[in-house]
């Protein structure tokens, strides 16, 4: 049974970092894609990160330049960095890892709460 268990979430003043983990019980070689979502009270999940396994990245335009997603294959662990954080970037992120036949795990969920 694959499992994905994020860790760094808390509460932060705005303009403050803070790092998300997810670590995955298996090599992250088995997955072409990992990503970041997060999800905030009454909206739909939506994607923030996402890195290829040829280490492409993308972001959306509402984090783009201030987080940062990133992987340690020795540690089979998915990073996403966050800075200057903002009010609305209070969400639950998840992070999700898409295996090579197409199939996607899911984390828990950490939530995130800047005060502003």
């Known amino acids: 049974q694959v499992q994905l268990v994020e860790s760094g979430g808390g509460l932060v003043q705005a303009g403050g970092s803070l790092r998300l983990s997810c670590a995955a019980s298996?090599?992250?070689?088995?997955?072409?894609?990992m990503a970041w979502y997060r999800q905030a009270p009454g909206k739909q999940r939506e994607s923030v990160a996402v890195i290829r396994s040829g280490g492409i990245t993308d972001y959306s335009d509402s984090v783009k330049g201030r987080f940062t997603i990133s992987r340690d294959n020795v540690k089979n662990t998915v990073y996403l960095e966050m800075n200057s954080l903002k009010h609305e970037d209070t969400a639950v992120y998840y992070c999700?890892?898409?295996?090579?036949?197409?199939?996607?795990?899911w984390g828990q969920g950490t939530q995130v709460t800047v005060s502003s």
């Open positions: 298996i090599s992250i070689f088995s997955f072409n894609v």
């Open positions: 999700k890892m898409r295996t090579i036949v197409g199939y996607d795990y």
